[in-house]
T-cell receptor
Framework: QKEVEQNSGPLSVPEGAIASLNCTYS??????FFWYRQYSGKSPELIMS????GDKEDGRFTAQLNKASQYVSLLIRDSQPSDSATYLC???????????FGKGTKLSVKP | KAGVTQTPRYLIKTRGQQVTLSCSPI?????VSWYQQTPGQGLQFLFE???????NKGNFPGRFSGRQFSNSRSEMNVSTLELGDSALYLC??????????????FGPGTRLTVL
């Protein structure tokens, strides 16, 4: 059974701090990794995708991938209250069109 | 470019009824995937359609079915509704769907409540 694990949180950080979200996955053959943000009552919104080992930066967001450790993370710098949401880690399965999601980490950024 | 659209946004049904949900992908996207989201199980994959063919299916009973039309629009159907089917049903589209690396973009979802 292919799994994606995330700490459910809640993770609470003060405004301006760095929030670190982590995810592990079980399928070594996974090739694609995504972070989605989901506000309460809304649908998931893509933040980042990463396919190769290392870091990928986009504005305040940095995704990190380590395939050997089967680990992917998301760093949010200068966290804002508007970043408060549930962050979903998704892994592209070997089959087409199938993303395997973790259950999400709830992030709360306190003013 | 318009995003993924889903109709209806909210639906209330009673046990035993059936329901049909609709999804229109982003223009030019050919792959449509369906997911069920519940508080307990999170987001779970239902099935994926590409070129009017179901290419991949998750671990859901046969009461859950779908189809895709030639314009890439997709519908999913749930027959003989159960209380446990209450969930947010999300549709996601991707450009090709032929690679697991394709990015999926989600619609707003249909909130189904079964009484």
């Amino acid at each position: 059974q292919k799994e994606v694990e995330q700490n459910s949180g809640p993770l609470s950080v003060p405004e301006g701090a760095i929030a670190s979200l982590n995810c592990t996955y079980s399928d070594r053959g996974s090739q694609s990794f995504f972070w989605y943000r989901q506000y309460s009552g809304k649908s998931p919104e893509l933040i980042m995708s990463i396919y190769s080992n290392g870091d990928k930066e986009d504005g305040r967001f940095t995704a990190q991938l380590n395939k050997a450790s089967q680990y992917v993370s998301l760093l949010i710098r200068d966290s804002q209250p508007s970043d408060s949401a549930t962050y979903l880690c998704a892994v592209g399965g070997r089959s087409q069109g199938n993303l395997i999601f973790g259950k999400g980490t709830k992030l709360s950024v306190k003013p | 470019k318009a995003g993924v659209t889903q109709t209806p946004r909210y639906l209330i049904k009673t046990r035993g009824q059936q329901v049909t949900l609709s999804c229109s992908p982003i223009s030019g996207h050919r792959s449509v995937s369906w997911y069920q989201q519940t508080p307990g199980q999170g987001l779970q994959f239902l099935f994926e359609y590409f070129s009017e063919t179901q290419r991949n299916k998750g671990n859901f009973p046969g009461r859950f079915s779908g189809r895709q039309f030639s314009n890439s629009r997709s519908e999913m159907n749930v027959s003989t509704l159960e209380l446990g089917d209450s969930a947010l049903y999300l549709c996601a589209s991707s450009l090709d769907g032929g690679r697991s690396t394709d990015t999926q973009y989600f619609g707003p979802g249909t909130r189904l409540t079964v009484l």
